[in-house]
């Protein structure tokens, strides 16, 4: 099975500071993906890559850079923080022939 | 856009009862699976099933693209299974992009 991890796992900011979220997976997967979870919004995704140096806007991605570095690494970036992004933050990975996501355990953000 | 919706919103057994979870979309998918989330948050592939019949241990998921619906049967519950089940869908194009639904929350008490 994929192993996605991410980093930090909580992270507690001040509006207007700046945050980056990390994701690394070990597989060699394609595509990578960061979403967001909010009470009454489920999962929504914000940006995704199908490879380094790439990257492609979801359908949430306001307030939002991305980085894919490496086929490993992928970051999101928050430059100037809002409590609006307060959310719990999942990265996902797939490999390029199947549709299967394998996630990571998640970072909790909390902006005040 | 798609949208996917999960029922009932929660349910609550009893240890050893069976449950029932349904999805349903709005237009075809080419991927579906069904994620398990923790009451910590931690977020769990369980099966992927775009269409047809699935078994893993307990669980069985049957989809009917044609109907745009899905379901997850857990049988034997056990007060482990209390959590968040997650519908999600993929319509195609290689971006692999998923819609979720809002989950169904099950309560397994002893």
């Known amino acids: 099975e994929a192993a996605v991890t991410q980093s930090p796992r909580n992270k507690v900011t001040v509006t207007g500071g700046n945050v980056t979220l990390s994701c690394r997976q070990t597989?060699?997967?394609?595509?990578m993906y960061w979403y967001r979870q909010d009470t009454g919004h489920g999962l929504r995704l914000i940006h995704y890559s199908y490879g380094a140096g790439n990257l492609q806007i979801g359908d949430v991605p306001d307030g939002y850079k991305a980085t894919r570095t490496t086929q490993e690494d992928f970051f999101l970036l928050l430059e100037l923080a809002s409590p609006s992004q307060t959310s719990l933050y999942f990265c996902a990975s797939r490999r390029g022939d199947s549709y299967e996501q394998y996630f990571g355990p998640g970072t909790r953000l909390t902006v005040l | 856009g798609q949208q996917v919706q999960q029922s009932p919103a929660s349910l609550v057994l009893q240890e050893g009862e069976n449950a029932e979870l349904q999805c349903n979309f709005s237009?075809?998918?080419?991927?579906l699976q069904w994620f398990y989330q923790s009451p910590g948050g931690s977020l769990v592939s369980l099966l992927s099933?775009?269409?047809g019949t699935k078994h893993t241990g307990r669980l069985t998921s049957t989809t009917v693209t044609k109907e745009r619906r899905s379901s997850l049967h857990i049988s034997s519950s056990q007060t482990t299974d209390s959590g968040t089940y997650l519908c999600?869908?993929?319509?195609?194009?290689?971006?692999?992009?998923?819609?979720f639904g809002h989950g169904t929350i099950l309560r397994v008490h002893p």
């Open positions: 999600a869908i993929g319509t195609g194009a290689n971006t692999g992009k998923l819609t």
């Open positions: 099933n775009p269409s």
């Open positions: 237009s075809t998918a080419t991927q």
């Open positions: 597989n060699s997967h394609n595509y």
